[in-house]
């Protein structure tokens, strides 16, 4: 058997993208000539069955060409409405809560903040919003999965806290474990704000929209008991040559009779441009309902072309509802 091309990374900041060559590079763009390559792994075969990939698999982002490790897996119900048609169909879904390299955190697309959830403040049922840097919520299918060849194969504080990493008793290449309580952990704990509830997809003019939704919990605010969802939403210019910049959005939030609405320039404090050097965005934040089901979000986006041209983009509507019985098959799946 032909074994499988490592994977070299060409070192210079502060943008990158991927190369599958015969020589597997990962090129980082640099006016710089002649760039160190480095070997960190040889890829192998992407899962194509309904199998889910174990924690501790290595790999790289397809899209946003990160490396990262798979921390746990879950199933959730995929929801998508093609181009020009009003119905959705819906599946189900492979998702993974990865940790990402800290060498890539300033050049991988996205804020490294984009993590969150809701850790016990003071005795009177308040509840901390709290980040967590360099983890993310990823797709199976932008998945690239390849074996470590260095002993430290990922830079992130929480890497050695929840994997172990031994050699292999034949060549070189390192396997990497989760710690065997913490595993026994998560599949007692049900750690629901790590797993995605749904996902929504709806393609405009070329441009996808993906909506993540994860329930937090409920904390008290001002004395009053509110339920808190965490939302991710990713563009991506599915005609990359084509650029356009994101110029504003639109979202509107209905909860039992009460619409809350909100507008502004781009997002989280950008104006991000999707073009053939960073085709895609994502970004995360948060919204507060007073009720635990009967939620709805949607909006747009304005996009502007390079000829000063404007067109909307639709943010699907999503279902801002807690956890419940009818559908906790569906829900979650820690990797078994």
């Known amino acids: 058997m032909v074994a499988a091309p490592p994977i070299r990374l060409l070192f210079a900041v502060p943008r990158r993208t991927l190369s599958l060559s015969s020589c597997r590079h990962v090129r980082f763009r640099s006016s710089n000539p002649a760039p160190t390559t480095k070997e960190i792994g040889r890829f192998v075969a992407p899962i194509t069955t309904d199998a889910l990939y174990d924690p501790g698999q290595l790999f790289i982002h397809k899209t946003f060409a990160y490396k990262g490790v798979v921390v746990c897996a879950f199933k959730c119900r995929f929801q998508e409405k093609k181009s020009n048609s009003s119905d959705r169909s819906v599946s189900q879904g492979r998702y993974y809560q990865v940790l990402i390299d800290r060498g890539d955190w300033s050049h991988m697309g996205f804020p490294v903040d984009l993590t969150s959830y809701l850790m016990d403040g003071t005795t009177r049922g308040e509840k901390l919003l709290t980040l967590i840097n360099g983890m993310d919520c990823v797709s199976h299918f932008d998945i690239l999965p390849f074996t470590a060849m260095e002993r430290e194969p990922l830079d992130h504080d929480l890497f050695h806290r929840i994997f172990d990493v031994n ?91 009460n619409m809350n609405q909100a507008h502004g320039h781009g997002v989280i404090g950008k104006q991000p441009e999707l073009n053939v050097q960073n085709p895609a965005f994502q970004f995360s934040s948060t919204v507060e309902l007073a009720h635990s089901k009967g939620g709805h979000m949607w909006g747009r986006f304005r996009m502007e072309r390079e000829n000063g041209s404007t067109f909307d983009v639709a943010i699907p509507t999503v279902v801002l509802e807690s956890f419940d019985e009818r559908n906790a098959g569906n829900i979650e799946k820690s990797v078994e």
Do not use: C
């Not at 396997?175 to 026994?184: H, P, R, Y």
């Open 167 to 257: 050699e292999e008793t034949e060549g070189k290449e390192f396997k990497i474990t989760m710690k065997t309580n913490l595993f026994e952990n998560y599949m007692a704990s049900q750690r629901s704000w790590l797993a995605p509830r749904d996902v929504y997809r709806e393609v405009t003019q070329n441009i996808e929209v993906t909506v993540t939704t994860f329930y937090l919990g409920s904390s008290m605010v001002s004395g009053q008991l509110r339920h808190m969802w965490r939302y991710v939403i990713r563009l991506e210019n599915h005609s990359p040559q084509d650029a356009v910049i994101l110029r504003e959005r639109s979202l509107k939030v209905y909860s039992l009779n």
